[in-house]
């Protein structure tokens, strides 16, 4: 579904309460690349850009608040509900800021990106069985490849946006027995919040170029998706479908090398 459409209320019913899962917990579930269609369509926004001194200031204080949870024996361990808030993600560390709770099935996490080219190492694309709200956030020298098999809509609203985005198109790499899938790209630029809206089922693939990168997400319906895939628990992992066996070097998400000569 592309944004300003709308299925039938018996289709989006029907999505909703089909599980996407083949063994609910599995935390490296991956989906035949050849046959994926994407359900719809990521939407991103550009929202606004930072004197780089207080991009810093802010993506480093978010950044402050995930390694403290990292080192917390209360966040890394099961509360009473069996939430463990500390996480680990292909993307980045991964701290649960806010849980849901009876009468309120939305949470929020705060991702800390990898340096791709500190690991040599690029997340995965992959797909999730709820939607997300995702803000990304950039300090200097650091800009973070969104990619997804599907056409990415950028939001300009004229009077409101004062700045764009760069976009491309490139070849998925490593798709099985010489095949081909277009790898559409949205690139974030330093010192700038970006929201993307990503809609269950929809692929998509966050890779940061650089030091200094964060996310705010909110997961609008986790206890709903947890409860209808019939997971054990609250995972991030487990929560995901991959898109290929294995993650790729960072040669795969480089920005410069992927980009028309003209855009770099």
Known sequence: MRAGEYTSVEQ???????????????????VDLEGFVDAGRNVVTPVLQLEP???????????????????????????????????????GDVYMIERPFDGFFADRYLMDFYDVTDRDLCSRMHLHTGLR????????DTRIRVSSLAPIDVVEVPGVTDFGLDSFVDDLPDVPDGGRRDRFNVIVPPCSFVDLQVPRGVSHQFNAIGPHAVIDSVHPEESIEVFREQMSGYAMMAQTVFLADEQSTAQSCEIVDQMPENMR
């Open 53 to 91: 001194d207080v991009a810093l200031a802010v993506v480093t204080a978010f950044a402050a608040i995930v390694t403290r949870g990292k080192q917390s024996a209360a966040a890394t361990a099961p509360d009473r509900d069996g939430i463990t808030r500390s996480q680990v993600f292909e993307e």
């Open 12 to 30: 989006t019913a029907a999505e909703q309460h089909a599980a996407m899962k083949v063994n609910a917990d599995d935390q490296n579930e991956v």
């Open 133 to 140: 709200m995702v803000r990304m956030m950039t300090g200097p």
